[in-house]
C-alpha cells in the first residue's frame, strides 16, 4: 500500500494557467500601408527632423506570421528626399522582410541591408528607430521614423 497523499488535478491545471499567463503577449501585428510623418536621420536629415513635403515615404508590412516568439513578413519601403532637403533630392525604394517581437524589438532585411532596433505602436502611429549601414544610395531606415497606418479600404 502507497504512503503517498493523492494531490488535486485542479492544482496541475491552475500551475499550467499561470504558466500561460507567464509567457508574454504576442507580437504587434503591423499589417498594412503606412505613409511617413517625420524623419530624424544623423546621416540624411544631418540630424533634423523632416516632415513632408520635405521628406515623404510609403511603407508597406505584410505580416505572415504571428506569435509569441514574433512576427514575420515582408516589407517594402520608399522614401523621397525633396531636392530642398540637408543633402538634396534623392529617392531610395528598399525591399525586403521584417521581424518584430513582444517588447517592441524589431529586424529588417531592406536589399541585403539589416537594420535592428525597435518599434513603438500608439494607435495608428509606429515608430521605429533602427540603426544599421548607412546608405550610399539614399535615404535609409536608419534614424527614427514615424508612420500613420492608412485606413483599409474596403
Known amino acids: 500500500?502507497?504512503?503517498?497523499?493523492p494531490r488535486p488535478l485542479f492544482s496541475l491545471a491552475a500551475i499550467f494557467l499561470l504558466l500561460a499567463g507567464c509567457a508574454g503577449?504576442?507580437?504587434?501585428k503591423l499589417t498594412g500601408r503606412y505613409t511617413l510623418e517625420s524623419a530624424t536621420s544623423a546621416q540624411w536629415?544631418?540630424?533634423a527632423t523632416l516632415t513632408p513635403p520635405t521628406i515623404t515615404g510609403v511603407l508597406l508590412l505584410n505580416q505572415n506570421r504571428f506569435g509569441v516568439e514574433g512576427a514575420y513578413g515582408i516589407a517594402k519601403m520608399e522614401l523621397i528626399l525633396s531636392s530642398s532637403g540637408p543633402t538634396g533630392g534623392q529617392s531610395v525604394d528598399w525591399n525586403?522582410?521584417?521581424s518584430?517581437?513582444?517588447?517592441?524589438?524589431?529586424a529588417m532585411r531592406l536589399n541585403d541591408i539589416r537594420f535592428e532596433g525597435e518599434h513603438i505602436v500608439d494607435?495608428?502611429?509606429l515608430t521605429t528607430t533602427l540603426s544599421?549601414?548607412?546608405s550610399g544610395s539614399g535615404p535609409s531606415p536608419v534614424?527614427?521614423?514615424v508612420w500613420k497606418r492608412e485606413p483599409e479600404s474596403s
Not at 503577449?25 to 504587434?28: E, F, G, K, T
Open 1 to 5: 500500500m502507497s504512503n503517498c497523499t
Open 25 to 28: 503577449s504576442d507580437a504587434a
Open 45 to 47: 536629415t544631418n540630424g
Open 96 to 98: 525586403g522582410s521584417y
Open 100 to 106: 518584430n517581437y513582444p517588447g517592441g524589438d524589431m
Open 123 to 125: 494607435d495608428d502611429l
Open 132 to 134: 544599421g549601414e548607412f
Open 143 to 145: 534614424g527614427t521614423l
